[in-house]
């Protein structure tokens, strides 16, 4: 007997004939004798329309209201989905985030999971009850409700799963799995059967939507299995895994190619060349949760220096606010900001290690006619900064330069 975490994505629940969809199938797996616990996360695209709701109500509304109303998305979905469940059979018990044992930093629309205690989603599952939970939500220090950021359901998924210390996290999704490259703008790309936590972490990062990228990175340190897998169609997804089990499957080094247009670069001119001007900056970034991501610094040009770095386009008036005053007091030049941006990079273990792979992708961009405008790369990726309206044709020639278009891949 299995205990399983199953957790379906909002394109999953959109609908009444979906949620009966997803009923259908966590009986069957009930009846089957593996022990269950399931998220869910908002309905279709209630999340957003919760948003606008609340700009249309006010402005700038506050973050711990904001969170009371965001979070009514999953608690609903939980509803009805256990509602449903228990119509097919098995007795299914909705659970709030914070009746789930998840304990947040308390930190407004976008809290980390600091502990989960399991016991009550264990005390349902004894009791030959299904627990049904709603996903992105918490409790927060002070006893408030806080979200988790956007598409955390599957953090809670996967943080489920490591308390319980389940067999499998399944994420249902409105995709067959992970893909080479996002298919709605690679139509070339494959379905990958099997990927590597830090891949999966990387593609994750560069903006595959298929699975919130903390979620992955919790998986990869419980060694949790998880597979990602169609709510819609039988078929048996993508599995992530250590990266020694994939290897040996794969072929290709280059595995994947994703894209992001999320994203904004913030620059601070003339940065004096001293220690501690780059801990200046960031710092304050960081106690405000402001996530940076591609950082350039270059090479200081009679003792001042540029630095660069990227952050999601919701971040950026913040960013800026934060910076522009930093940098007025470290004698540094202007602060400015780009929202027109995007990122494309490929991902696969060995990248780093294998000569010519940097300037094979190089190349191919450079025969596109596309700009690099900043680079970052890691053990397992590369990342090429280029301006957004060329994002997608970037991920297409990337895509095909290492030979994963349908057809030529392994
Ligand atoms: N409903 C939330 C969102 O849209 C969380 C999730 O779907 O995972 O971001
Ligand atoms: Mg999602």
Same mark, same amino acid.
């Given at each position: 007997?299995?205990?399983?975490?199953?957790?379906?994505?909002?394109?999953?629940? #959109?609908? @009444?004939?979906?949620?009966?969809?997803?009923?259908?199938?966590?009986?069957?797996?009930?009846?089957?004798?593996?022990?269950?616990?399931?998220?869910? !996360?908002?309905?279709?695209?209630?999340?957003?329309?919760?948003?606008?709701?609340?700009?249309?109500?006010?402005?700038?509304?506050?973050?711990?209201?904001?969170?009371?109303?965001?979070?009514?998305?999953?608690?609903?979905?939980?509803?009805?989905?256990?509602? #449903?469940? &228990?119509?097919?059979?098995?007795?299914?018990? *909705?659970?709030?985030?914070?009746?789930?044992?998840?304990?947040? =930093?308390?930190?407004?629309?976008?809290? @980390?999971?600091?502990?989960?205690?399991?016991?009550?989603?264990?005390?349902?599952?004894?009791?030959?009850?299904?627990?049904?939970?709603?996903?992105?939500?918490?409790?927060?220090?002070?006893?408030?409700?806080?979200?988790?950021?956007? $598409?955390?359901?599957?953090?809670?998924?996967?943080?489920?799963?490591?308390?319980?210390?389940?067999?499998?996290?399944?994420?249902?999704?409105?995709?067959?799995?992970?893909?080479?490259?996002?298919?709605?703008?690679?139509?070339?790309?494959?379905?990958? =059967?099997?990927?590597?936590? %830090?891949?999966?972490?990387?593609?994750?990062?560069?903006?595959?939507?298929?699975?919130?990228?903390? +979620?992955?990175?919790?998986?990869? @340190?419980?060694?949790?299995?998880?597979?990602?897998?169609?709510?819609?169609?039988?078929?048996?997804?993508?599995?992530?895994? *250590?990266?020694?089990?994939?290897?040996?499957? &794969?072929?290709?080094?280059?595995?994947?190619?994703?894209?992001?247009?999320?994203?904004?670069?913030?620059?601070?001119?003339?940065?004096? =060349?001293?220690?501690?001007?780059?801990?200046?900056?960031?710092?304050?970034?960081?106690?405000?949760?402001?996530?940076?991501?591609?950082?350039?610094?270059?090479?200081?040009?009679?003792?001042?220096?540029?630095? +660069?770095?990227?952050? +999601?386009? *919701?971040?950026?008036?913040?960013?800026?606010?934060?910076?522009?005053?930093?940098?007025?007091?470290?004698?540094?030049?202007?602060?400015?900001?780009?929202?027109?941006?995007?990122?494309? $990079?490929?991902?696969?273990?060995?990248?780093?290690?294998?000569?010519?792979?940097?300037?094979?992708?190089? %190349?191919?961009?450079?025969?596109?006619?596309?700009?690099?405008?900043?680079?970052?790369?890691?053990?397992? @990726?590369?990342?090429?900064?280029?301006?957004?309206?060329?994002?997608?044709?970037?991920?297409?020639?990337?895509?095909?330069?290492?030979?994963?278009?349908?057809? !030529?891949?392994?």
């Amino acid at each position: 007997m299995a205990t399983l975490v199953f957790k379906f994505g909002g394109t999953s629940v #959109a609908t @009444r004939e979906r949620i009966a969809a997803v009923a259908e199938r966590v009986a069957d797996a009930a009846a089957g004798g593996d022990r269950l616990a399931v998220v869910v !996360s908002a309905r279709g695209d209630a999340t957003d329309r919760l948003i606008e709701e609340a700009e249309h109500t006010v402005p700038r509304p506050r973050a711990r209201e904001l969170d009371m109303l965001m979070s009514t998305g999953e608690t609903a979905s939980a509803a009805l989905v256990a509602m #449903a469940v &228990s119509a097919h059979g098995p007795e299914a018990v *909705a659970l709030s985030g914070i009746q789930a044992g998840v304990v947040t =930093d308390g930190v407004y629309g976008r809290g @980390r999971i600091e502990r989960l205690d399991p016991s009550r989603v264990r005390r349902e599952m004894d009791a030959g009850r299904i627990p049904i939970i709603a996903g992105f939500q918490g409790l927060g220090p002070g006893g408030d409700m806080v979200t988790l950021g956007r $598409g955390a359901s599957d953090t809670t998924a996967v943080s489920l799963a490591a308390a319980l210390r389940a067999d499998r996290c399944d994420i249902f999704t409105d995709v067959e799995g992970v893909y080479t490259a996002d298919p709605r703008c690679v139509p070339q790309a494959n379905k990958l =059967d099997a990927i590597g936590y %830090g891949e999966m972490l990387e593609m994750a990062q560069l903006g595959a939507k298929v699975m919130q990228h903390r +979620s992955v990175g919790i998986a990869q @340190r419980f060694r949790l299995p998880v597979v990602v897998r169609s709510s819609f169609v039988d078929s048996p997804g993508t599995s992530m895994m *250590a990266a020694e089990a994939v290897e040996i499957e &794969s072929v290709a080094l280059v595995r994947g190619v994703a894209h992001d247009t999320d994203v904004a670069r913030i620059t601070v001119r003339a940065v004096r =060349d001293r220690p501690g001007l780059a801990h200046g900056i960031f710092q304050p970034l960081a106690d405000h949760g402001i996530n940076i991501d591609v950082i350039v610094q270059n090479l200081s040009e009679a003792g001042t220096t540029d630095i +660069s770095f990227t952050v +999601s386009k *919701a971040d950026m008036a913040a960013a800026v606010d934060l910076v522009r005053p930093i940098a007025a007091e470290i004698g540094a030049g202007d602060v400015s900001a780009d929202a027109s941006l995007g990122k494309v $990079g490929i991902v696969g273990v060995g990248i780093q290690s294998t000569p010519g792979i940097a300037a094979r992708a190089f %190349g191919a961009l450079a025969e596109a006619g596309i700009n690099i405008l900043g680079i970052t790369t890691s053990e397992i @990726r590369i990342t090429c900064l280029v301006a957004e309206a060329e994002v997608e044709h970037a991920a297409r020639t990337l895509h095909t330069a290492f030979g994963l278009d349908a057809d !030529s891949a392994q």
